[in-house]
């Protein structure tokens, strides 16, 4: 079985939720404590082996490349200044030569059109998709525990977590079949249903193991839920050409496409954060919660 090496981040979305933050800025960049939000994906891969980190950019994005560059005026700074400590974080943040790839999506035809547009660079081998709007903490990367089960499995395995049944219209759902924890059998994948039609409560989040077989509906062109070209289309399509099972992830995922769930992420990480959390939780706990 071949082994997952590369990586699709979709970052081509426009951000018209946190605008006008997103006016100038990729919502990719925004920090969530002290880290940009893309950040989080980014160490997620790298803890689970991912070697080649491919962006789906747009019009617009070039900060993004930028971010993952050499820095050479910035390092000469604080090599003057002996800020050591800065050095290092700038230099963590570098994607080692070759290892980043950046492709265009022209237009905004939906998430499944953005992973389409990375087809000749993964060709017939398996690859992962994170989904950097949505940060995932826990004793192990979610990342990892998608690989690992996939490595015996093969195929296709997507994270998933139960939700809310009315919130079934804001994910991708599991028609599921057997199920033996963590792992699911996935008969069927609906995009965005309504909360009456959809077959459970169990929602794909944003981190997938994908067979290259979803290609082949991908290169159909069609659009599906809101007019878009959707991988959850994709992947149900491909079952039967590829297992697909869905894998109930350990961990906690912080929704960063909405401004609530930002903020809940940048409240959380900064308590836990050594050196502000002490401060942070010292001064929520003076907030007057009513006023
Ligand atoms: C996308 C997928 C959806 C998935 C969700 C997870 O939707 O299309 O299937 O459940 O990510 O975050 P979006 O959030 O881009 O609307």
Redesign the pocket.
């Known amino acids: 079985m071949k082994k997952v090496k590369k990586a699709i981040f979709p970052v081509a979305g426009l951000g018209t939720r946190f605008l006008p933050a997103t006016k100038a800025i990729p919502k990719e960049l925004l920090p969530v404590v002290d880290q940009p939000v893309i950040n989080y994906a980014i160490e997620e891969a790298r803890e689970a082996g991912i070697e080649k980190f491919i962006f789906i950019v747009s019009r617009g994005k070039s900060a993004i490349q930028d971010y993952f560059d050499h820095a050479p005026e910035l390092e000469q700074v604080l090599e003057l200044r002996d800020k050591r400590d800065a050095l290092q974080v700038l230099r963590c943040t570098e994607i080692y030569a070759g290892d980043a790839i950046f492709v265009r999506q022209p237009r905004p035809l939906g ?1 499944g059109h953005a992973i389409w547009c990375a087809r000749n660079l993964i060709q017939d081998e398996p690859f992962a998709v994170l ?1 950097p ?2 940060i995932v903490q826990g004793e192990r990367a979610c990342m990892a525990q998608l690989i690992e089960a996939y490595d015996s499995l093969g195929g296709s395995v997507i994270a998933v977590q139960q939700v809310p049944k009315e919130r079934t219209s804001r ?2 759902i599991l028609d599921p079949g057997e199920r033996k924890n963590p792992l699911i059998e996935v008969k069927g994948l609906i ?1 965005k249903p309504a909360p009456g039609r959809a077959p459970s409560d169990l ?4 981190r997938y193991i994908l067979d290259p077989t979803v290609f082949d509906y991908l290169d159909l062109e069609i659009e599906g839920a809101r007019g878009e070209i ?3 289309d994709a992947i149900n399509n491909s079952i039967g050409k590829a297992a697909v099972h869905g894998f109930l992830f350990e961990g906690t995922r912080y ?1 960063c ?1 909405d401004k609530l769930g930002f903020l809940k992420a940048n409240i959380v990480f900064g308590l836990k954060h050594s050196e502000l959390g002490p401060g942070l939780k010292a001064f929520l706990k003076t907030i007057d919660l009513e006023g």
């Open positions: 998430l989904l709007d949505d994910y991708g995009e929602a794909v989040i944003g959707q991988i959850t929704d496409g």
